[in-house]
Nanobody, 114 residues
Framework: VQLQASGGGLVQAGGSLRLSCAASGIRFSIYSMGWYRQAPGKQRELVAQVTSGGTTNYADSVMGRFTISRDNARRIVNLQMTSLKPEDTAVYYC?????????WGQGTLVTVSS
């Protein structure tokens, strides 16, 4: 299983970024996919999930600002982030729970300046 994340960067508060995660080594369409983040000195937390059927779930802190989506044909999960805040600064990881294990991408840094 390989997850390759991209799209992080530096953005001003109020701006937008789009993260993408390309998956390989799994039958992508039948698995839930998620985005997590870890800020300095904090635990990794769930940001958003999308099930195989397209049902989405968001952390309260990003509800209404972030949108998770999946493209099964391209085996990609995206996270569209808008109205970014300095507290969104973190390393963002894509995730797939697969055969009883969690697999993680390499992480992509999002920095939001005030």
């Amino acid at each position: 299983v390989q997850l390759q994340a991209s799209g992080g960067g530096l953005v001003q508060a109020g701006g937008s970024l789009r993260l993408s995660c390309a998956a390989s080594g799994i039958r992508f369409s039948i698995y839930s996919m998620g985005w997590y983040r870890q800020a300095p000195g904090k635990q990794r937390e769930l940001v958003a999930q999308v099930t195989s059927g397209g049902t989405t779930n968001y952390a309260d802190s990003v509800m209404g600002r972030f949108t998770i989506s999946r493209d099964n044909a391209r085996r990609i999960v995206n996270l569209q982030m808008t109205s970014l805040k300095p507290e969104d600064t973190a390393v963002y990881y894509c995730n797939v729970p697969y055969r009883g294990r969690d697999f993680w991408g390499q992480g992509t840094l999002v920095t939001v300046s005030s």
